[in-house]
């Protein structure tokens, strides 16, 4: 199984509102990164986890939150957003220590709309 | 800034013709990578061309490497209308603050690839 999962596709919220992003992956890569895009931009790296551990965070405000239950999953729990917050959030995940790079699988992103 | 630089940034062919696209950086890098993006979706690994690597090719895909230079290019012959999408490099350095198991992928701008039936 060489895929990334990301559930809700789609994901419409107020800026009261609390909401999660779900990512899955069953490679066994052990590093899971969340990223912003905006259109027509590059991705921006907001998080990184390496065995279950967050290693990396890109400075991202607190309203986001991610989680990392086990070595497949991996959230991203949503708090006050802003509608500049509005944009695709990508999931992807790698193996660190593979003798190949840091060669990263994508998921197929959610959309975030904030009202 | 350690973002990358991509030309050009649009790019409009006809099938059949060959499409080159550019990438530049400033630092010392470990491998660099390719990406495609069709729109709104996900990213597609393309290709990884390591420092001590020029050349590389994965079926239509050719990606050069000059790292006096600091630049890589991405070469895709005879394009296919559904070759159309964001083209985006990406190259992973090692800081010391980022060694081992922390390293992350420094992105280009892109470039956007039509390919005209």
């Known amino acids: 199984d060489t895929e990334v999962t990301q559930t809700p596709k789609h994901l419409v919220m107020g800026m009261t509102n609390k909401k999660s992003l779900k990512c899955e992956q069953h490679?066994?890569?052990?590093?899971m990164y969340w990223y912003k895009q905006k259109a027509k931009k590059p991705p921006e790296l907001m998080f990184v986890?390496?065995?279950?551990?967050?290693?990396i965070n890109e400075s991202v405000p607190s309203r986001f939150s991610p989680e990392c239950p086990n070595s497949s999953l991996l959230n991203l729990h949503l708090h006050a957003l802003q509608p500049e917050d509005s944009a695709l959030y990508l999931c992807?995940?790698?193996?660190?220590?593979?003798?190949?790079?840091?060669?990263?699988?994508f998921g197929p992103g959610t959309r975030l709309t904030v009202l | 800034s350690q973002q990358g630089e991509e030309d050009p940034q649009a790019l409009s062919i006809q099938e059949g013709e060959n499409a080159t696209m550019n990438c530049s950086y400033k630092?010392?890098?470990?491998?660099l990578q390719w990406y495609r993006q069709n729109s709104g979706r996900g990213l597609v690994h393309l290709i990884l061309i390591r420092s001590n690597e020029r050349e590389k090719h994965s079926g239509r895909l050719r990606v050069t490497l000059d790292t006096s230079k600091k630049s890589s290019s991405l070469l895709i012959t005879a394009s296919r209308a559904a070759d159309t999408a964001s083209y985006f490099c990406a190259f992973e350095f090692s800081p010391v603050t980022n060694a081992g198991n922390n390293r992350k992928l420094i992105w280009g701008l892109g470039t956007s690839l039509g390919v005209n039936p």
């Open positions: 992807a995940s790698s193996q660190p220590t593979s003798g190949r790079g840091n060669e990263q699988f």
């Open positions: 986890y390496s065995y279950e551990k967050l290693s």
């Open positions: 630092t010392s890098i470990n491998n």
């Open positions: 490679m066994g890569h052990r590093a």
